[in-house]
T-cell receptor
Framework: KQEVTQIPAALSVPEGENLVLNCSFTDSAIYNLQWFRQDPGKGLTSLLL?????REQTSGRLNASLDKSSGRSTLYIAASQPGDSATYLCAVRPVIQGAQKLVFGQGTRLTINP | EAQVTQNPRYLITVTGKKLTVTCSQNMNHEYMSWYRQDPGLGLRQIYY???????DKGDVPEGYKVSRKEKRNFPLILESPSPNQTSLYFCASSFFEGGELFFGEGSRLTVL
């Protein structure tokens, strides 16, 4: 059964720093991996989707990488801002369970201090 | 604006009183799904639908029903709510079952 882990559970950094959030998964057979952000009491906003054949995706200050063989993905945030404070979740679609299944990590709660 | 809309956003009800949480998307997506989010348990899939009249169980379907009579709507029905169904519920949709998933704002349900 696919498991997704995000460490650390919480992270606090000063404004302006570049930072990396980690996501690991146990089964490398995935269709794709998606990163989301969630603000308190709100829905999830899609940030980036990486297909299994891709190594990375970029959107503005965000860059997500995927290393299927090691079961890892990272989300790089450049020049962090207080508005980046949120919980970041990664989710994978395991081949063995079908593309309709999305397995989520528990998230990393990020705080950017002004 | 492309979006997934859920109603109600907040609801307090009592045990046994049937309720429906509506979900509508305006992106012509084929795939729709319901999740619940609970502290310490994360997001868990309740039901999903790959197209009109095609629905299937997720990880935690007990106590819930769904229907997909139209492409844009995917209501979640709690026939006889119980306190253990107190949770934050999310509807989500994508063009196809493996595509980028878009979420609604969530519906916070409290069952007394």
């Amino acid at each position: 059964k696919q498991e997704v882990t995000q460490i650390p559970a919480a992270l606090s950094v000063p404004e302006g720093e570049n930072l990396v959030l980690n996501c690991s998964f146990t089964d490398s057979a995935i269709y794709n991996l998606q990163w989301f952000r969630q603000d308190p009491g709100k829905g999830l906003t899609s940030l980036l989707l990486i297909q299994s054949s891709q190594r990375e995706q970029t959107s503005g200050r965000l860059n997500a990488s995927l290393d299927k063989s090691s079961g890892r993905s990272t989300l790089y945030i450049a020049a962090s801002q207080p508005g980046d404070s949120a919980t970041y979740l990664c989710a994978v679609r395991p081949v063995i369970q079908g593309a309709q299944k999305l397995v989520f990590g528990q998230g990393t709660r990020l705080t950017i201090n002004p | 604006e492309a979006q997934v809309t859920q109603n109600p956003r907040y609801l307090i009800t009592v045990t046994g009183k049937k309720l429906t949480v509506t979900c509508s998307q305006n992106m012509n997506h084929e795939y729709m799904s319901w999740y619940r989010q609970d502290p310490g348990l994360g997001l868990r899939q309740i039901y999903y639908s790959m197209n009109v009249e095609v629905t299937d169980k997720g990880d935690v379907p007990e106590g819930y029903k769904v229907s997909r009579k139209e492409k844009r709507n995917f209501p979640l029905i709690l026939e006889s709510p119980s306190p253990n169904q107190t949770s934050l519920y999310f509807c989500a949709s994508s063009f196809f079952e493996g595509g980028e998933l878009f979420f609604g704002e969530g519906s916070r349900l409290t069952v007394l």
